[in-house]
């Protein structure tokens, strides 16, 4: 179980490595003219956290409707469900002005 657990969050952390590498590299051609651009943080899950409190915590306008981030935060993690394990780390997007 033990094992299972740590396979599962060293999977979750390599996605968010490809993940943040893909889109820096898809990302590079940005212009100047003030769009907001995705940046993905790292955060590690804490007791009671769910993925809709954290979609809620780090949710801006320019991320659409909360649903639509709900769903960005899953794929970014490759979640099936909402179910997410305390200990482990997610991948957010983060939406930002800075380059």
Do not use: H
């Not at 651009?37 to 769910?50: A, F, L, P, R, W």
């Amino acid at each position: 179980m033990r094992k299972n657990f740590a396979a599962i969050c060293i999977t979750v952390i390599l996605v968010c490595v490809l993940a943040i590498g893909l889109v820096g590299f898809l990302r590079s051609d940005v212009s100047a003219n003030n769009e907001a651009v995705i940046q993905y943080k790292t955060i590690k899950v804490k007791k009671g956290d769910t993925v809709w409190g954290i979609a809620e915590k780090y949710y801006e306008e320019p991320c659409g409707d909360i649903r639509d981030y709900v769903y960005e935060i899953k794929k970014c993690n490759d979640l099936d469900g909402y179910q997410i394990n305390e200990g482990c780390y997610l991948c957010i997007p983060v939406y930002t002005n800075q380059y």
